[in-house]
């Protein structure tokens, strides 16, 4: 029986071994797309690979390793938020700096209303527009009722578009204020 269950655990390795691999892209623009940074990112799928292997005699159903393994990568993303962030002097200048040349770039106002959306909602718009995952997916890799993920989906999208039309209107109001007109 002892080898029955180190044979399917050798079996799990190698399947998650082989998702880690073909989906990592989507692992780590997953975990960007909460922490902003690369360096972060890359250590969030890192851990959660060295957790997915670690434990890969607990997926019992191999045909949802990937839900397996999101699921994985999502409980990282939100322990690492939960963790205090200490930051030099010398990284928050550079953060100011970085900031001041992203105020360019056409994302940062998506970003910030991201931002503006709490973890699990976030993690919905990011799961079905990012990453192209259809609602079904999405309410399995939660473990929640596909209806609460419609919900939160439809919700989510309003919030986005208030918050992405203050932002223009902000804009707009600043330029003309800049042309006097």
Known sequence: MHI????????????????????????????????????????????????????????????????????????????????????????????NEIGILEDNDVNVDLQRALDELSDKDRVVIILKYFEDKKLE????????????VKSRLYRSMKKLRVVLSEETDKKEYHLKSETGR
């Open 4 to 95: 029955f269950f180190e044979k399917k655990d050798k079996k799990n390795k190698i399947l998650i071994e082989h998702v880690l691999l073909e989906k990592y892209n989507q692992y780590y623009r997953l975990a960007y797309s909460y922490v902003h940074n690369e360096t972060d990112a890359s250590d969030i799928v890192q851990s959660g690979a060295y957790k997915a292997l670690k434990s890969s005699h607990t997926l019992k159903q191999p045909e949802y390793v990937e839900t397996w393994i999101y699921r994985i990568m999502l409980n990282e993303c939100f322990q690492y938020l939960k963790r205090p962030q200490f930051l030099s002097y010398e990284e928050v200048q550079e953060e």
């Open 137 to 148: 997916e999405i309410a399995d890799i939660l473990e929640e009722n596909v209806n609460t």
